[in-house]
């Protein structure tokens, strides 16, 4: 038998399978990055440093479930062309910003920038606390907001 499900109920399954979805490519990217590695003998890179790679990309595939969830709530029509908006304007700046050109300020909008990287002292986690912060943030406020969104009729 089926019971009536909440807005924000559904909307926050919405996004733990969304969170879900996002952990699961991330680590069987890994596991794939990994089983090249050992099948082409590369030994440059330690079976730890692959897993925290796919780790450390966590915070800002979060950013890009939580911040077009927010959109959603607040204008719905907007969703599509905002979420393409936004990772095409992250990738612009945050990838190939230094490329062409693009001044620091503006590339440090791009959650790519803010990405934690390992190195010799270990992974500087700063940048990442801030985009699970802001994507906390984000996701918190759209199941706010969805409890006061009305739902048009069909």
């Known amino acids: 038998m089926s019971q009536p499900l909440g807005r924000v109920r559904w909307f926050a399954d919405y996004l733990a399978l969304g969170a879900f979805t996002l952990v699961a490519v991330l680590l069987l990217t890994a596991l794939g990055a990994w089983a090249s590695l050992v099948a082409s003998g590369d030994t440059s890179s330690t079976v730890g440093e692959v ?20 959109v959603f709530v607040l204008w719905p029509p907007a969703t599509i062309p905002a979420g393409w908006t936004l990772l095409g ?10 490329l062409i050109g693009v001044d620091r300020s503006l590339q440090d909008l791009s959650p790519f ?38 739902v048009g009729s069909a």
């Open 51 to 70: 897993w925290m790679t796919a780790i450390d990309q966590i915070p800002a595939a979060l950013i890009f479930l939580s911040v077009p969830a927010l």
């Open 89 to 98: 304007a992250a990738v612009l700046l945050g990838v190939f910003g230094g």
């Open 113 to 150: 920038s803010h990405t934690p990287v390992p190195g010799p002292g270990g992974t500087d986690w700063t940048g990442g606390f801030w985009m699970l912060g802001i994507a906390v943030a984000a996701a918190a406020a759209a199941l706010a907001l969805m409890r006061r969104r009305e």
